[in-house]
């Protein structure tokens, strides 16, 4: 899509709203313009509360961006909270087909559905279960389990992005040059990672899939090798 198209003119006019997320916002719609028609777009953790842009206002870029698309192009998203749904529902357009359930009961449901009807996903956007930086096992377990449910309809265009999940590293710095920059902390401790919601799904793709990274923000964006 050219960036004089209506979208983009929306698009780049609220793009600073999304601070740590603008970037990546922007490298998922060039993906997308990349790809055909029919533009789908899975979604877990939809839109809870209307203008809210630091939670990233999510369905409601590709709300736009896939009417924009036109040609059958769609959006699902699941959120488990009835608040959360009903807010949504308010935001976006009837081109978002939204469902309230748990995220990893629907997705199971929706790729035996997707690989029925040989339906491909343009990108599967992972933003449920809020994450405790302190303690995010529970989080990144869930958004692990969103992973197993979708991994037989992933294919090699697929984009898959985890939200809230930045870089995380061991950092020092030295007392004497405060106004230095950070250092990672070499061996043995372990190298930068992923961390937040996508941790384990970072995990699973380093070890067992060889994903191809797009960038590391606060999305986690990758593309299967298969
Ligand atoms: C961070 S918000 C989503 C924000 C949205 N993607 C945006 O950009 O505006 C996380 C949402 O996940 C939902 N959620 C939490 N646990 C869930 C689960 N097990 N299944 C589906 N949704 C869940 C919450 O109700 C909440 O609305």
Not at 18 to 24: C, D, F, M, N
Not at 158 to 186: R, Y
Request: include cysteine.
């Amino acid at each position: 899509m050219s960036e004089s198209s209506d979208f983009y003119k929306w698009f780049n006019n609220i793009s600073l709203k999304l601070g740590a997320r603008e970037i990546s916002f922007k490298k998922i719609f060039k993906y997308l313009d990349s790809l055909p028609n029919p533009i789908i777009i899975v979604e877990t953790g939809c839109l809870r509360k209307k203008d809210n842009f630091l939670d990233g206002q999510s369905t409601l870029l590709f709300d736009k961006y896939t009417l924009s698309r036109g040609e059958n192009s769609k959006i699902y998203t699941v959120d488990i909270s009835p608040e959360s749904t009903k807010i949504c529902k308010e935001v976006v357009s009837k081109n978002v087909e939204i469902t309230t359930n748990d995220s990893v009961r629907y997705l199971n449901n929706l790729s035996k559905n997707f690989l029925k009807n040989k339906t491909r996903v343009s990108m599967f956007y992972l933003d449920s279960f809020d994450v405790d930086w302190r303690y995010p096992y529970p989080s990144a377990a869930h958004h692990l389990k969103e992973l197993v449910a979708i991994n037989k309809i992933i294919d090699e265009n697929t984009l898959v992005v985890v939200d809230d999940s930045p870089a995380v590293g061991n950092l020092t710095q030295n007392e004497n040059q405060p106004d230095q920059p950070w250092k990672i902390l070499s061996s043995p401790s372990p190298l930068p990672t992923i961390g937040g919601k996508g941790f384990l799904v970072h995990e699973y793709d380093l070890i067992n899939v060889g994903a191809n990274f797009l960038t590391q923000e606060n999305q986690y964006l990758f593309r299967n090798l298969a």
